[in-house]
């Protein structure tokens, strides 16, 4: 997808840290985005990824970003790149009265709905979110990765396989505990070993009680782990 540029003075091109400045997204998370297409890149002739400025723009208006004013540094073409502070770390405690973060994937919107429902029972405990492309479910993973995402594959454009090898390239997966969604009926062992090593298997039809029964279990592994830590 890259090819070698030629930047003149006046390019329009931000490095791939100034982009995650301008998204307020990780660095990581940009070259997430790059991979899997969401953002274009290409390469000066030293071998360094470049991203147009306009396409950051187009981004930053999708994600609600629009009325943001740009962070200073890119209000001109900087010298010296920003250097990234990481963020502190949340103590067990803190840890223990987050919610659960969980991703659902589906096209299916009447089925989405219905989990939403579902995992109502669970109040602030869970906090739920949806997709219906893997394209939407990447956005949302590299801004704020989840505790628990559940995909089908059958997903418009980029189908859940292709969002969770991208996860994959990108060392995502190890933070999240991830589900995905086979159909019975498709020769689910072929398409089951040609997921990522860890991802669990649950095949369709999964009722959106059952979904809020395996989600109950996550979040039990999950406050259990909290209290071990805290006790330690």
């Known amino acids: 997808m890259s090819q070698v540029i030629a930047l003149g003075p006046g390019a329009r091109m931000l490095t791939t840290r100034e982009a995650a400045l301008r998204l307020g997204v990780s660095l990581r998370t940009v070259q997430l985005w790059v ?3 969401i953002l274009p890149a290409a390469r000066t002739p030293g071998g360094h990824r470049r991203i147009p400025y306009n396409a950051v723009e187009a981004l930053a ?3 609600g970003l629009a009325d943001a004013e740009p962070p200073s540094a890119l209000r001109a073409v900087p010298t010296v790149e920003p250097v990234e502070t990481p963020a502190p770390q949340a103590g ?3 840890a223990q009265r987050a919610p659960m973060k969980l991703l659902l994937v589906s096209r299916d ?22 997709a219906d492309t893997g394209y939407v479910a990447l956005l949302m993973v590299g801004r704020d990765a989840p505790d628990l995402l559940v995909t089908t594959l059958a997903l418009p454009g980029m189908d859940g396989l292709d969002m969770l090898r991208t996860l994959e ?3 995502v997966l190890p933070r999240m505990e991830v589900i995905a ?3 019975a009926t498709e020769m689910p062992a072929a398409l089951s070993h040609s997921l990522p090593a860890g991802v ?3 095949y369709q039809p999964v009722s959106p009680e059952a979904l809020a029964i395996r989600a109950g279990r996550c979040l039990l592994q999950r406050q259990a782990a909290t209290q071990g830590a805290h006790h330690e």
């Open 181 to 183: 969604l086979l159909p």
């Open 35 to 37: 991979e899997a297409s």
């Open 92 to 94: 067990a405690a803190e």
């Open 109 to 130: 919107a009447a089925w989405l709905q219905g989990c939403q429902s579902a995992l109502e029972v669970f109040g602030s405990s869970v906090e739920v979110q949806v």
């Open 61 to 63: 208006m999708s994600m």
């Open 169 to 171: 390239r990108c060392e």
């Open 200 to 202: 669990q298997v649950l």
